[in-house]
């Protein structure tokens, strides 16, 4: 009988070990999770995505160490975003980082309560994310590149280089928000420069073909508008301008690296690690109406040599001079 009993006492002290570290870990507090919303696909956004890293880690917080990260992509379906934002909110997330405007906008459609950073080209104020700059009120504060209004430049830019041109296209994303502001805001460019502005649109890569095929009918230069899905498509677009013949500009160093003929904007890691930064800070307690709305003032100009002479292109002098790089 004392065997057994001993026995008995052996097996329960087994049991308390096994036990003992289940429970420790319970005691643990839970690792935060960030809810990261992004409007295309990863492939597309990867050093947004490094960029965000970047800002988290100045705030000390790092992936799969002191925090969790549940990444929503909508590969370039805007429809998508609303029901990604819901599943983000119903995951009861510490925090949203959503990217670009359409993620920003599904994001606080879905939630009123839970902290929301956002990255937007667009003036977040018109759009409705924030109550002012300096004062964001609310659960939404973030980053702007202003993209809006650097359209403008980009015409005049092109027009610089193509001054034989009473023809411009703007290529648009008509499901954007910010859609109709680039639209207004290019008209009235067009207009002051005495130019014709052409507005065609594309919200899938079926849309392209058309899209190039009346590019050529009007003999025009392209302006495209600053969009998530056309970011996911940057290589795509200046392989198509250049196949075309067609002078073209964009947003980001990519467009012309990849073939097109110039571009200009922001720099997209300037733009992304405050977002991290914003959404680190968040996490160590500070509110999104505390956090003024940041803004990406610093522009870069990159210009395709090689392109330039395909096209049969004589780029000023004074403008190659004025570019952060020129690619030969």
Same mark, same amino acid.
């Given at each position: 009988?004392?065997?057994?009993?001993?026995?008995?006492?052996? !097996?329960?002290?087994?049991?308390?070990?096994?036990?003992?570290?289940?429970?420790?870990?319970?005691?643990?507090?839970?690792?935060?999770? !960030?809810?990261?919303?992004?409007?295309?696909?990863?492939?597309?956004?990867?050093?947004?995505?490094?960029?965000?890293?970047?800002?988290?880690?100045?705030?000390?917080?790092?992936?799969?160490?002191?925090?969790?990260?549940?990444?929503?992509?909508?590969?370039?379906?805007?429809?998508?975003?609303?029901?990604?934002?819901?599943?983000?909110?119903?995951?009861?997330?510490?925090?949203?980082?959503?990217?670009?405007?359409?993620?920003?906008?599904?994001?606080?459609?879905?939630?009123?309560?839970?902290?929301?950073?956002?990255?937007?080209?667009?003036?977040?104020?018109?759009?409705?994310?924030?109550?002012?700059?300096?004062?964001?009120?609310?659960?939404?504060?973030?980053?702007?590149?202003?993209?809006?209004?650097?359209?403008?430049?980009?015409?005049?830019?092109?027009?610089?280089?193509?001054?034989?041109?009473?023809?411009?296209?703007?290529?648009?994303?008509?499901?954007?928000? !910010?859609?109709?502001?680039?639209?207004?805001?290019?008209?009235?460019?067009?207009?002051?420069?005495?130019?014709?502005?052409?507005?065609?649109?594309?919200?899938?890569?079926?849309?392209?073909?058309?899209?190039?095929?009346?590019?050529?009918?009007?003999?025009?230069?392209? !302006?495209?508008?600053?969009?998530?899905?056309?970011?996911?498509?940057?290589?795509?677009?200046?392989?198509?301008?250049?196949?075309?013949?067609?002078?073209?500009?964009?947003?980001?160093?990519?467009?012309?690296?990849?073939?097109?003929?110039?571009?200009?904007?922001?720099?997209?890691?300037?733009?992304?690690?405050?977002?991290?930064?914003?959404?680190?800070?968040?996490?160590?307690?500070?509110?999104?109406?505390?956090?003024?709305?940041?803004?990406?003032?610093?522009?870069?100009?990159?210009?395709?040599?090689?392109?330039?002479?395909?096209?049969?292109?004589?780029?000023?002098?004074?403008?190659?001079?004025?570019?952060?790089?020129?690619?030969?």
């Amino acid at each position: 009988m004392a065997i057994h009993t001993r026995r008995r006492e052996f !097996i329960a002290m087994l049991g308390g070990a096994a036990a003992w570290p289940l429970a420790a870990r319970s005691q643990q507090p839970a690792m935060p999770v !960030i809810g990261f919303l992004g409007s295309t696909s990863p492939g597309s956004l990867r050093d947004a995505v490094a960029a965000f890293h970047g800002g988290l880690t100045e705030t000390g917080h790092i992936e799969g160490q002191n925090v969790a990260i549940e990444y929503r992509w909508a590969e370039g379906q805007y429809d998508r975003l609303p029901g990604l934002a819901v599943d983000l909110v119903h995951r009861q997330v510490a925090v949203i980082a959503a990217i670009e405007t359409p993620s920003a906008l599904a994001a606080k459609a879905a939630t009123a309560t839970i902290p929301i950073v956002f990255f937007t080209g667009g003036d977040p104020v018109q759009l409705g994310l924030v109550a002012s700059i300096r004062r964001p009120d609310g659960n939404l504060t973030g980053v702007t590149a202003l993209n809006v209004e650097m359209g403008a430049k980009r015409l005049e830019l092109l027009h610089e280089l193509v001054p034989t041109a009473s023809v411009m296209v703007l290529l648009i994303n008509p499901t954007n928000a !910010i859609a109709e502001a680039i639209t207004t805001n290019l008209q009235a460019a067009a207009h002051t420069l005495g130019l014709q502005l052409h507005i065609l649109t594309a919200s899938t890569e079926r849309d392209f073909d058309a899209v190039f095929a009346r590019l050529i009918q009007l003999r025009a230069g392209l !302006i495209i508008a600053p969009d998530a899905f056309f970011n996911s498509r940057t290589e795509q677009l200046a392989t198509l301008a250049l196949r075309h013949a067609v002078p073209a500009i964009y947003q980001y160093r990519e467009f012309a690296a990849a073939g097109g003929l110039i571009s200009y904007g922001g720099n997209r890691s300037d733009a992304y690690r405050p977002v991290g930064v914003y959404t680190g800070r968040i996490l160590k307690g500070a509110k999104p109406s505390e956090l003024p709305v940041q803004q990406v003032t610093k522009v870069e100009l990159f210009l395709n040599l090689k392109t330039a002479k395909v096209l049969g292109i004589t780029v000023p002098l004074p403008l190659s001079g004025r570019a952060d790089e020129v690619i030969e």
